[in-house]
């Protein structure tokens, strides 16, 4: 760490040594260990300073800064200011690292999901769909699986595998289980016992309006098991899922509803044909009709019963007319 800031810090060092030198210093130099980093002048012997001052990083020594020909109260307390510089710049490196570091994990995780979301945007069947998101979600995770269990509260159970097939219902079921137990909020396996064929696992819930429960998971890491990285990545698809899970069901249900709304109109013009378009002309009889439409398409049988009754009706009405205008 030391060496680095060396090479992209190297104007501070050299002012450093130049402000020693004019103090009267007779080599600066910036040591680790044993090894000399970096001396002013070059090649000289650094065991003859007469001032040294760690540089402390996390608690752990990263190396000295020694200084040769001068030995005052006041140039002690200059090179113990310099050290403290030194190690606010370290702090400042590392966390700039950090930052760095953690945009690079964002980025790729945002690539990741825009190819997931590409890649499953034109399918509006749930078994197309989920086939497309696990085989994108194994590959981006580097699985050699990947499953949905989303039990709908309808009763319907929703469970895929792609690309390969390494768990049953019990399997899943266990794992659920784990995983309500675990405070984490998500079910991460190094190693897995009692499942052949699966080495590992990492599953996290599922948020689905329409469902009771919903997990999504990654069986058989390639090569290193999962990390943290990958716990993110996998939230932010299992977010994903749940709402394409939703959009297909929404889209189903408002399929569904067109599908029946047609046959209402196509059952409501085969109804009204039934009937005689004009009612018929019969002195000293008035008449009056009126239709209202089923809320939903029965069978023939129906129709013809409902006909049957209201001929029978009118009929009896017809009969009791008679019989009323023959008495008076």
């Not at 590409?118 to 994108?136: C, F, I, P, V, Y």
């Not at 394409?244 to 069901?249: A, D, F, G, K, S």
């Amino acid at each position: 760490m030391l060496e680095t800031l060396l090479v992209n810090r190297q104007p501070i060092f050299l002012k450093m040594a130049e402000a020693w030198h004019k103090a009267g210093a007779t080599f600066f130099a910036v040591t680790s260990g044993k090894r000399v980093l970096a001396s002013w002048p070059h090649g000289v012997d650094v065991s003859e300073a007469s001032l040294a001052e760690s540089i402390y990083y996390n608690n752990g020594c990263l190396g000295e800064f020694r200084v040769g020909g001068i030995c005052t109260d006041e140039a002690k307390q200059l090179l113990a200011i310099e050290s403290q510089i030194i190690e606010s710049i370290i702090q400042q490196e590392q966390e700039l690292n950090n930052v760095a570091a953690v945009l690079v994990d964002t980025q790729d995780q945002f690539w990741a999901l825009h190819q997931l979301t590409q890649t499953t945007r034109n399918h509006l069947d749930m078994e197309e769909m989920l086939e497309a998101l696990l085989g994108k979600c194994a590959d981006l995770m580097a699985t050699g699986s990947a499953f949905i269990w989303v039990e709908l509260k309808t009763g319907q159970l929703l469970f895929f595998q792609y690309p390969t097939i390494l768990l049953d219902a019990d399997d899943v079921a266990d794992f659920r289980l784990q995983m309500n137990r675990s405070r984490a909020g998500f079910l991460f396996l190094r190693e897995v016992e009692d499942h052949p064929g699966i080495r590992n696992i990492l599953m996290v819930p599922v948020d689905v309006r329409f469902a009771k429960t919903a997990v999504i998971g990654m069986v058989n890491k390639v090569g290193n098991a999962f990390t943290t990285p990958d716990i993110k990545l996998a939230r932010m698809i299992a977010e994903y899922a749940g709402a394409q899970v939703e959009n297909v069901i929404s889209y189903q249900d408002g399929l569904d509803k067109a599908r029946l709304g047609h046959q209402m109109e196509m059952a409501q013009r085969v109804q009204s044909q039934l009937f005689p378009q004009e009612l018929p002309q019969i002195p000293e009889l008035d008449f009056w009709a009126a239709s209202k439409a089923a809320s939903h398409v029965g069978v023939i049988f129906t129709i013809t019963a409902c006909i049957q009754t209201a001929v029978s009706r009118l009929s009896l009405a017809m009969s009791l007319v008679k019989e009323l205008r023959l008495r008076c």
